[in-house]
T-cell receptor, first 115, second 112 residues
């Protein structure tokens, strides 16, 4: 099981602000993911990373960007927040070990509200 | 057709009963299957994974996989009110990268 941390847990911010949602894991997992989930709705993959200096866009188009400079750290940035960005953002990582290569473990999430 | 389909529910069962949750998927090449539990406002928590046809049991939970029918299910025996949550089925499609596709989830309500 992975230890995945997300900060802040809750964020209320005004339109137009730049925000960064932090995600870190202490298990040395190469693969990390960001999902967006609206209340009562399904998870949508918005970004993922194979490892350091690798980032890819997911299935759901997002105005956010990510970076992966260190294995343990996968921050997500919104340059100019809008009310449409209000959602829960979930970070996950994958140990990628033999026989268990697809399992993802989730952090506690960040609930973002843009006013 | 969605890649992973689940009945949204709610599925209501009395305490002590068996809850049966179902999931179908479209990618016949899928190799890995997962059940997550998500309480309201919380993040998904892995319950079980299953990779080969048949049953896999872990405590009160049993996952069943039938690749020929593209069907995976989760049975919860002796259901408890604390089992009330949304159960997400997730499938790893045959893409060569460890990406999961999630269903919309089935909401389970266990009444005391």
């Amino acid at each position: 099981e992975a230890d995945i941390y997300q900060t802040p847990r809750y964020l209320v911010i005004g339109t137009g602000k730049k925000i960064t949602l932090e995600c870190s894991q202490t298990m040395g997992h190469d693969k990390m993911y960001w999902y967006q989930q609206d209340p009562g709705m399904e998870l949508h993959l918005i970004h993922y990373s194979y490892g350091v200096n690798s980032t890819e866009k997911g299935d759901l188009s997002s105005e956010s960007t990510v970076s992966r400079i260190r294995t343990e750290h996968f921050p997500l940035t919104l340059e100019s927040a809008r009310p449409s960005h209000t959602s829960q953002y979930l970070c996950a990582s994958n140990p990628g070990t033999s026989g268990n290569t697809d399992t993802q473990y989730f952090g506690p999430g960040t609930r973002l509200t843009v006013l | 057709q969605k890649e992973v389909e689940q009945n949204s529910g709610p599925l209501s069962v009395p305490e002590g009963a068996i809850a049966s949750l179902n999931c179908t998927y479209s990618d016949r090449g899928s190799q890995s299957f997962f059940w997550y539990r998500q309480y309201s406002g919380k993040s998904p928590e892995l319950i079980m994974s299953i990779y080969s046809n048949g049953d896999k049991e872990d405590g009160r939970f049993t996952a069943q996989l039938n690749k020929a029918s593209q069907y995976v299910s989760l049975l919860i025996r002796d259901s408890q009110p604390s089992d009330s949550a949304t159960y997400l089925c997730a499938v790893s499609p045959n893409t060569g990268f460890q990406k999961l596709v999630f269903g919309t989830g089935t909401r389970l309500l266990v009444s005391p």
